[in-house]
């Protein structure tokens, strides 16, 4: 299976974008989906097949995926937006990157 | 609303077994994937397991691959993971997560169960 990977830490000023990466081989050619993991809770699902939002999860959230690496974008972050987040796709198993730790300062 | 809520975590000792549940409500239980997805203390997110609605299809990861059985009952809405020798790397938060549309992501996540594998 594909293995993904993502940079362990990102950090952001508050009102600004925040680019979270995930890269593998690929990549581009299947879906991925993102998840945002706050201290205590579980996985919410903030992305999935690429681009698409669920209902509830703020327009400032947007994911793209090309070539060997899919970004998730969170504009104008705010402090409720550090998290965890893992990016996910299916390569003949579920696969997880390793998460990026987003830190709002 | 979308309910997913598991139950038979503890303490287990190394070579062990334990069975973990997984109660659904909420939306036609019978139409959907439903996950196992692992999360050892302070570590990522790790697929453990899939069943299909009808139990036609099932998948494990290469960690638990002979060493835990899934199953389904589609009239009391649950789902079951049986996990034999059980070892200190099992450790973790077992959540049970619903697969969306297409079955390549997760739509909806239990709030989980610790399984503690120790002496």
């Known amino acids: 299976s594909i293995e993904l990977n993502q940079t362990p830490s990102v950090s952001v000023s508050p009102g600004q974008t925040a680019s979270i990466t995930c890269s593998g081989d690929q990549l581009g050619d299947k879906y991925v989906s993102w998840y945002q993991q706050k201290p205590g809770q579980s996985p919410l699902v903030v992305i999935y097949q690429d681009t698409k939002r669920p209902s509830g999860i703020p327009e400032r959230f947007s994911g793209s995926n090309s070539g060997n690496t899919a970004t998730l974008t969170i504009s104008v972050t705010q402090a409720m937006d550090e998290a965890d987040y893992y990016c996910?796709?299916?390569?003949?198993?579920?696969?997880f990157g390793g998460g990026t730790k987003l830190t709002v300062l | 609303e979308v309910q997913l809520v598991e139950s038979g975590g503890g303490l287990v000792k190394p070579g062990g077994s334990l069975r973990v549940s997984c109660a659904a409500s909420g939306f036609t239980f019978s139409s959907y994937n439903i996950n196992w997805v692992r999360q050892a203390p302070g570590k990522g997110l790790e697929w453990v397991s899939s069943i299909s609605p009808t139990s036609s299809h099932i998948y494990y990861a290469d960690s638990v691959k002979g060493r835990s059985t899934i199953s389904r009952d589609n009239p009391k809405n649950s789902v079951y993971l049986h996990m034999d020798s059980l070892r200190a790397e099992d450790t973790a938060v077992y959540y049970c997560?619903?697969?969306?549309?297409?079955?390549?992501?997760?739509?909806?996540w239990g709030l989980g169960t610790l399984v503690t594998v120790s002496s």
């Open positions: 996910q796709t299916w390569d003949s198993s579920w696969v």
């Open positions: 997560a619903r697969g969306g549309p297409g079955g390549q992501y997760f739509d909806y």
